[in-house]
Nanobody
Framework: QVQLVESGGGSVEPGGSLRLSCSAS????????VGWFRQAPRKEREFVAA????????DYQDSVKGRFTISRDNAKNTVYLQMNMLNPADTAVYYC?????????????????WGQGTQVTVSS
């Protein structure tokens, strides 16, 4: 069992930046792919970004390309989501998830472990 803990959420004005972190309880996390998902009020959870276990393959939802960057530091068992040029449409609870095969995927059901989420609010 791997426990994931997200941090770094908060409130920011449009155009601002936040960096989310996803920290894992076990070193086996290093061999997992990690995805970030988000869920806004009254909407379904959606894919945001993913990174494979090596950190060399990434995938992004079209609406965040060029603004968000996913990266990982396996020595720290941590994956990051740098979010720039935030806008109100980015407001949601952000979740990280880990997938044991190590391959990036957008499919929610493919992920084996989930964190509890962190709130991101973009508002003026």
């Amino acid at each position: 069992q791997v426990q994931l803990v997200e941090s770094g959420g908060g409130s920011v004005e449009p155009g601002g930046s936040l960096r989310l972190s996803c920290s894992a309880s076990r070193a086996t996390f290093r061999s997992y792919a990690v995805g970030w998902f988000r869920q806004a009020p009254r909407k379904e959870r959606e894919f945001v970004a993913a990174i494979d276990w090596t950190g060399t393959s990434t995938d992004y939802q079209d609406s965040v390309k060029g603004r968000f960057t996913i990266s990982r530091d396996n020595a720290k068992n941590t994956v990051y989501l740098q979010m720039n040029m935030l806008n109100p449409a980015d407001t949601a609870v952000y979740y990280c998830a880990a997938e044991r095969r190590g391959i990036t995927t957008r499919i929610i059901s493919a992920y084996d472990y989930w964190g509890q989420g962190t709130q991101v609010t973009v508002s003026s």
